[in-house]
């Protein structure tokens, strides 16, 4: 199979906020570089950094500091960030967050006196979060975006990336092969280095939020080259995605934090509170606790109509909720729901995967040239992250690695020779579901949706994980031998639908092995045969790989390279520093 | 009401890359089901050929952009009760002023390189080494910059523009409404630059205050507003007192 071959020294795939900051920051440092994304929707238009609404947290205010930033971030990851990872987040952010007003025009909300405004989010001991409005993520990548357009980088949209090709000399990335959406046809992109970047977003569950062109497809490609990801048990639920039934897309999309910050009410099928059972902090209580006191509601029967719970506005006045939430409550009217004044059906929603590929804090992995920033990066979040960290770290991590790319693509003479046995082997492989008799993928796709959501999910145990990996399984099995009925190949959704499935399987196989290596309860991963957190001193993570045809997990210890369990970087705790008392 | 048992007729607007054809289906009606819902029910279990574009599902990336019965509209956040009529009949069409590039999904490159063309980006007069800009939540050019600064670049203003569709070197509401952002913002440093960007012949001139931009908006900006307020800038510009920002 023919294929064509594109040259580049620098290649970043994807386009959120990991990718974007990469490609300016590798063209700022090496302008005469070539530089390109590649991307499987449009430009800055897929991806989820874009759907970001909370904000974005940096120590920036008297009395905060980035030691605080950083304890905050450990202590939300239950003590098990990678702490030079979490360390590299919080110190860089404010540096990143000058360079999104100042350099690239981002506009943040202001106080009253010029200053930034800083808004409060769960599990922080500061008020930190800078935002515009609630559509931060609009604003970062509308700037971002424009920037990429008018300076001179190159952009390979609707292609989408199948495999991570390295050098047969020396294991040196050499390029990755994509398919052109558009044509059909596979494309080799050659390079000097490469960066990872396409979002992890774990919508392999029934219920997820992230956006519809996320398949994990960047994990698993990573899985293929050998490379280790860690965390991967770790699936982090929002509380209160829009159920709205099957059939529609708006069912799983995110109905804002904030919404139960101001006092909503969560209501059971019979339309009674339930929340303060589960926490004394009633609706407020952390995403993770209110997720499972959702889910505990759901399994006794006491649902909706559509098989959820309520959210209840209407008693805070529904003009005032109009008011405070009009993007929320108008993007509900759109849908045909009355938020402001009625009751809404909502379900957990699986919102982003902490897991990722192991890497250092400047972002290199185990296979020189290949760097990998954002959601596809494990470590920075543990078993949690907090509201506020995923777009400062994507911002973060990508403009270190931009840096790094086009230092080390500039010292580099020739690029890599791709291993043509990989090429070859990714092609045929890819190709397979166009052999076979075309299926029913889409019930496949129901049934991976459905053994998330019951075995691998909100709340998990032996028994049920067991069984989810027996499905898994059977499941990629009968994805084999499935094909697609469409041979064209040229704009065909159903082949990507198909490819899609293959990364989300493999995948959920580890996230599902993962989640059966962790017999503790950490943040978002919830075991109701090991409810206990487990010493904390001996924390862990887990560590996963791919060996022939199967995936090994292992256990590492956590290194607490920074700060110990029952210490704190803050001289004493809620001391403030002396400039603020002085 | 259980819609459920009922079907809606779908006539989608379609191109395979020579030939432009139409196609009608039958789609099950549910009471949840907004354009996008139809159209991947369509592909997925009607006819595998469609081709469209979505990404976020709730109209925060503007990818899914289509004409329903005629008018622009997110897909995602078009409620099917909305916009379908009393025959239960709903057609379905890419967006005008913009190549099809297969079936629903356009060519929005052009649209982009006028975005650039209109210096439709930040240009900096500090470093990330300089302290954030002190600018007071009342100050008044940042409120006008503000009034027009949630663009999520959807295309649906660019397609609802006739003068587009008659000139096609127009820069067209999207990228002029950016530009006009940006001539509020007191941080950006290349505001004459700008200005005579989108006063040449492909610029805020051509505009005939016709309204389509504004008038579909899923956003409710009001791109005409934003031309308006370039053409009254050139102009005062061209006075020997020279520019005045109203």
């Known amino acids: 199979m023919s294929y064509q071959t594109i040259t580049t020294d620098i290649l970043i795939l994807g386009s959120g906020g990991a990718g974007l900051f990469a490609a300016l920051h590798a063209k700022k440092q090496a302008p005469d570089l070539s530089v390109t994304i590649a991307v499987k929707g449009l430009l800055g238009k897929c991806g989820c950094t874009r759907m970001v609404q909370g904000g974005y947290n940096v120590a920036l205010a008297p009395g905060d500091s980035v030691e605080r930033h950083f304890m905050d971030t450990i202590e939300g990851g239950k003590w098990l960030p990678h702490q030079e990872m979490a360390w590299t987040l919080c110190q860089t952010a404010p540096e990143r967050i000058r360079e999104l007003e100042n350099e690239l025009g981002c506009f943040f909300d202001r106080n009253p006196d010029g200053s930034v405004h800083q808004k409060a989010f769960a599990g922080q001991t500061f008020d930190r979060t800078v935002h515009k409005g609630d559509l931060t993520g609009i604003e970062i990548i509308g700037r971002l975006m424009e920037q990429v357009h008018a300076r001179g980088i190159n952009k390979l949209e609707e292609h989408r990336a199948i495999e991570l090709i390295v050098s047969s000399n020396d294991g040196r990335i050499a390029g990755v092969l994509m398919i052109d959406m558009r044509s059909g046809e596979f494309v080799l992109v050659r390079a000097k280095t490469v960066l990872m970047a396409t979002g992890g977003g774990p919508t392999m569950y029934r219920y997820h939020t992230p956006s519809g062109d996320k398949s994990m497809d960047g994990l698993a490609m990573a899985l293929r080259a050998g490379l280790t990801l860690r965390d991967m048990e770790m699936v982090q639920f929002h509380p209160t995605g829009l159920l709205g039934g099957e059939g529609t897309r708006m069912t799983g999309t995110v109905l804002e934090e904030g919404l139960r910050g101001a006092g909503g009410y969560l209501l059971n099928g019979n339309k009674e509170r339930f929340m303060f059972q589960y926490d004394d902090r009633g609706e407020r209580a952390t995403r993770d606790i209110v997720s499972r006191g959702i889910y505990e509601e759901m399994r006794s029967g006491q649902t909706s109509p559509l098989g959820g719970v309520y959210i209840s506005m209407g008693h805070l006045g529904p003009d005032m909720v109009a008011s405070k939430f009009s993007g929320m409550v108008k993007r509900c009217a759109d849908c045909g729901f009355d938020l402001a004044g009625g009751l809404v059906e909502v379900v957990p929603t699986a919102h982003y995967l902490m897991g990722g590929v192991i890497v250092t804090p400047d972002t290199r992995t185990e296979i020189p040239g290949l760097f990998v920033a954002g959601e596809d990066a494990g470590g920075a979040h543990g078993s949690n992250r907090l509201g506020g960290n995923g777009v400062a770290n994507s911002t973060v991590f990508g403009g270190i690695a931009g840096d790094q790319m086009a230092e080390e693509a500039s010292s580099i003479q020739h690029h890599a020779e791709p291993d043509q046995h990989l090429i070859d082997q990714a092609i045929e492989r890819n190709l397979n579901p166009m052999r076979l008799n075309g299926g029913s993928i889409h019930e496949i796709r129901e049934d991976l949706l459905n053994t998330m959501w019951e075995h691998v999910g909100v709340m998990r145990n032996a028994e049920a994980l067991s069984q989810g990996l027996t499905k898994i399984r059977a499941l990629r099995t009968e994805l084999y031998a499935t094909g697609i009925a469409l041979k064209a190949r040229s704009f065909n959704m159903a082949w990507h639908e198909w490819l899609n499935l293959e990364s989300l399987i493999d995948t959920s196989e580890v996230i599902c092995l993962s989640a059966l290596a962790r017999d503790n309860s950490r943040g978002a991963h919830f075991r109701e045969d090991f409810p206990e957190a487990g010493d904390l001193n001996s924390s862990f993570f887990t560590t996963a790989h791919q060996s022939r045809d199967t995936y090994v997990i292992n256990r590492r210890p956590v290194e607490f390279s920074r700060v110990k369990p029952g210490e704190s970087l803050l001289a004493s705790e809620n001391a403030l520093p002396e400039e603020v008392i002085s | ?246």
Not at chain 2, 114 to 119: D, F, N
Request: aromatic share 6%; charged share 20%.
């Open chain 2, 1 to 246: 009401m259980n819609s459920n048992a009922k079907t809606l007729t779908v006539t989608v607007d379609r191109f395979d890359g020579d030939t432009h054809y139409q196609t009608t289906h039958e789609v099950p009606t549910r009471d949840n089901q907004t354009v996008l819902d139809v159209v991947t029910w369509i592909q997925q279990h009607d006819d595998p050929t469609l081709a469209y574009r979505f990404a976020c599902r709730v109209g925060m990336c503007g990818s899914c952009a289509m004409n329903v019965n005629g008018e622009p509209k997110w897909s995602c956040r078009t409620h099917v009760s909305k916009v379908v009529s009393g025959d239960a009949s709903l057609s379905i069409a890419p967006l005008r002023n913009m190549p099809v590039l297969r079936d629903l999904s356009v060519d929005m490159s052009e649209f982009f390189d006028k975005w650039t063309q209109a210096v439709g980006y930040f240009v900096p007069t500090k470093t990330k080494d300089d302290p954030l800009s002190e600018i007071t939540s009342d100050d008044r050019a940042r409120a006008k910059a503000n009034q027009s600064i949630e663009c999520i670049n959807c295309g649906i203003c660019y397609s609802a523009c006739d003068v587009v569709a008659a000139n096609d070197a127009y820069l067209g509401p999207a990228a002029l409404n950016r530009a006009w952002t940006l001539m509020n913002d007191e941080r950006d440093g290349a505001r004459q630059t700008r200005l005579d960007a989108v006063s040449g012949d492909a610029g805020c001139h051509n505009c005939h205050s016709q309204h389509g931009c504004s008038t579909y908006c899923p956003n409710l900006l009001a791109p005409a507003s934003s031309i308006a307020g370039l053409k009254r800038q050139t102009l005062m510009n061209l006075l020997p007192w020279g520019p005045s920002d109203d």
